[in-house]
């Protein structure tokens, strides 16, 4: 335990953690609007696109962070301009950044006379190797993630939801798309070297399918899963740093497994919760027979508002929903329909 704590108090494992804090934060916020307008796996696209940004950066000595993020936004803005103009649709437009991305960051870093061990850093995330340079520039582009995500979170979830209403209401539809857009390549940036480019969609969408199971509106899905985000991120990161003597568990996998493991568990709870849902919703108007009389002996316990049992408004009086039938306390006895 105590080499454990010895391990978390070395710079790089701090370093490590301050990255994996931002990153879980800011990734959530885009994929919340990612999922609302159905395109979980933009984020996988514009990864994929990185890659050829990373390589252009081992090719030119640039900052391979730097540069993923300039050719990040083009490609991200380009998948924009091809699904407005409708020549082909998002899936298509997807795919060609899938392919091309791929191909040509594997194609550059081959040009640039470096080793698939360079790129694969890249690919699956390197977190422990970051220097204080590169944790403040993830804090920085985290930190306008965040800040836009969130303060326009009004607009943006408008824009998302239903454009010809948010077209009515006088919101720039194009604008606000591109934003997204480029807040989604900015966020594959701050994620590369988290979790890997090839796993980034993976922090952006699941976190914000774990709190669609348990939350019921945009603002509670949206800080749920940027809560979520962070646990995810430091928790796979301190799973890792725990592996046995002779093991190596890459943080990026611990990290995305650890979100899809917090995803299972959610899974029945939403369950449950749609359920409960389902049954407080007002009984449909229809005409019924007159309450019937039940005796205190007939009936199995007395409801009340602790007694675990739904709960009905109805008339002047609360009915209880039990075993398929309502009930409803009148003095000493029970009346049901």
């Not at 993830?138 to 836009?148: K, N, S």
């Not at 602790?306 to 309502?326: N, T």
Request: negative net charge; aromatic residues 6%; glycine residues 12%.
């Amino acid at each position: 335990m105590s080499d454990y704590l010895d391990l978390l108090g070395l710079p790089f494992m701090q370093r490590a953690i301050i990255a994996a804090l931002f990153t879980g934060l800011a990734a959530p916020v885009v994929g919340t609007y990612l999922v609302q307008r159905r395109l979980a796996l933009m984020g996988d696209g514009i990864g994929h696109v990185a890659v050829t940004g990373v390589a252009l950066g081992l090719l030119t000595g640039v900052s391979p962070v730097w540069m993923a993020v300039l050719v990040s936004v083009l490609g991200a803005i380009l998948i924009e301009v091809i699904r407005e103009r409708g020549h082909a649709n998002g899936d298509v437009a997807l795919a060609l950044l899938f392919y091309g991305g791929l191909a040509g960051g594997v194609l550059i870093t081959g040009l640039a006379g470096q080793s698939g061990a360079r790129l694969q850093t890249y690919l699956f995330g390197s977190i422990t190797t970051m220097s204080e340079a590169d944790v403040l520039v993830t804090m920085a582009l985290a930190g306008v993630v965040v800040l836009l995500g969130v303060g326009l979170a009004p607009q943006l979830f408008a824009v998302a939801q239903d454009q010809e209403f948010a077209r009515v209401a006088g919101l720039n539809i194009r604008a606000y798309n591109v934003l997204v857009a480029v807040l989604a390549a900015v966020s594959v940036s701050v994620a590369m070297r988290t979790v890997g480019l090839l796993l980034v969609s993976a922090l952006m969408v699941v976190p914000v399918a774990t709190a669609q199971q348990l939350t019921r509106s945009f603002r509670g899905t949206l800080l749920a899963a940027m809560a979520l985000g962070t646990v995810a991120a430091v928790g796979g990161l301190l799973i890792s740093a725990a592996a046995p003597d002779g093991t190596t568990v890459a943080p990026g996998p611990a990290i995305v497994l650890l979100a899809l493991g917090c995803f299972t568990l959610s899974w029945p709870i939403g369950v449950w919760l749609r359920a409960r849902q389902r049954l407080r919703r007002p009984f449909p108007v229809v005409t019924t027979a007159a309450h019937q009389a039940v005796g205190e002996d007939e009936h199995p316990h007395e409801h009340g508002e602790d007694c675990g049992h739904v709960a009905v408004q109805h008339g002047d009086h609360v009915d209880y929903v039990h075993d398929g039938h309502r009930h409803a306390p009148h003095g000493r006895h029970y009346d049901e329909h």
